[in-house]
């Protein structure tokens, strides 16, 4: 196994190999602008990454990794759009660099470039790699409108919010795991163990963002503290806090949400408080390391050395601590 910044720069080298048409312009010029600006290409890594692990060769996986990396910027694309987003990575969104119908139809080919990326292997391998993306993209498709809908909704269950982050975040991460093990052509058990340790990382990973979102140090988290709640997101924050507390401090949390006219710093300290109070922010802590100890503990079934075995939960610790 390697460094993650080498594979990391090995993906980096593929994706400035893999030349797109020059015309028409209007179509390629915007995939090429979103796939420059950069990203830790986490989840293509972790093809890599996995398909070391069980003693593949990482080279081999490449095609792979770059369906996925292709298929998260495609989604970008299209989540800026729905979200009317301005910036990402503190650049211009495709669409207001260019314009919607471009945002749009630009994202399209990106998820088209991806599948092609498989026709590069053979036809078991491509048959078992093609059905988990193509299970994974409408997982994906699935959680984003959970998420549309949860914002138009005054009432979130619990089983429902972390099921629309399961779709959106963490079956990603696992179908990442999983096609490196494909390419690696282990069996599907293993196939599958490493494909639910990366999907446990990828809930616990998204619970954490959304209690960094709250009370992380904006320096060390990259973000604005608060982001959610002055969006009135209902994360589990919210929903832990709607459920656990009292009469009063529900409509006081109601009452906050519901306030547009309450200077931002205010409202963020306000709800903070409330989260404290009522044992949310308690209760998120404890479902992140029950998320944690899930993965792990489903890496410690996998067949795989004692030294890939560590090298992965160095890697499950570091990402849960942002040093990835």
């Given amino acids: ?20 048409p ?9 995939i090429e602008y979103i796939l420059s600006l950069g990203g830790k290409r986490l989840r293509p890594v972790l093809t890599l ?16 990794a770059l369906a996925v990396e292709l298929f998260h910027n495609f989604s970008l694309i299209h989540d800026d759009i729905m979200d009317q987003a301005p910036l990402r990575r503190g650049h211009q969104t495709v669409h207001h660099k260019w314009d919607l119908n471009t945002g ?18 053979p036809p078991e391998t491509f048959s078992a790699l093609s059905k988990l993306f193509s299970q994974t993209a409408i997982e994906v498709c699935e959680g984003q409108q959970y998420d549309i809908d949860f914002e138009q909704r005054e009432e979130v269950g619990m089983e429902e919010y972390l099921q629309m982050i399961n779709y959106k975040t963490a079956v990603l991460v696992g179908a990442a ?18 494909y639910e340790f990366g999907r446990s990382l990828g809930v616990a990973f998204q619970l954490q963002d959304d209690f960094l979102d ?10 604005q503290v608060g982001g959610d709640i002055l969006s009135s997101k209902k994360t589990f924050l919210y929903i832990s806090a709607m459920t656990k507390g009292t009469l009063e401090q529900q409509q006081a949390l109601l009452d906050y949400f519901g306030n547009q006219n309450i200077e931002s710093s205010e409202k963020v300290k306000q709800v903070k408080t409330l989260f404290e109070a009522t044992g949310a922010t308690q209760a998120i802590q404890e479902s992140i ?3 944690t100890q899930r993965a792990f503990a489903q ?26």
Avoid at 1 to 20: N, S
Avoid at 181 to 191: F, P, S
């Fill in 177 to 194: 795991m999983k096609m490196g093990a494909i390419v690696a052509q282990v069996d599907r058990v293993q196939q599958d163990l490493i």
């Fill in 22 to 30: 020059e015309s028409p312009q209007g179509l390629y010029a915007p």
């Fill in 299 to 324: 890496l410690d079934q996998a067949h795989l050395s004692d030294q890939a075995k560590a090298y992965l939960s160095d890697f499950g610790k570091a990402l849960m601590n942002r040093n990835v």
């Fill in 49 to 64: 990454m996995a398909c070391e692990c069980f003693q593949g060769e990482y080279q081999k996986a490449i095609p792979a």
């Fill in 1 to 20: 196994m390697q460094q993650i910044g080498f594979y990391k720069e090995a993906i980096d080298r593929a994706l400035a190999g893999a030349k797109l």
């Fill in 104 to 121: 749009i139809l630009s994202g399209d080919a990106l998820l088209i470039l991806a599948y092609r990326h498989f026709e590069s292997y």
């Fill in 289 to 291: 390391k029950e998320h």
């Fill in 214 to 223: 709250a009370f992380g140090d904006p320096e060390v988290f990259g973000k």
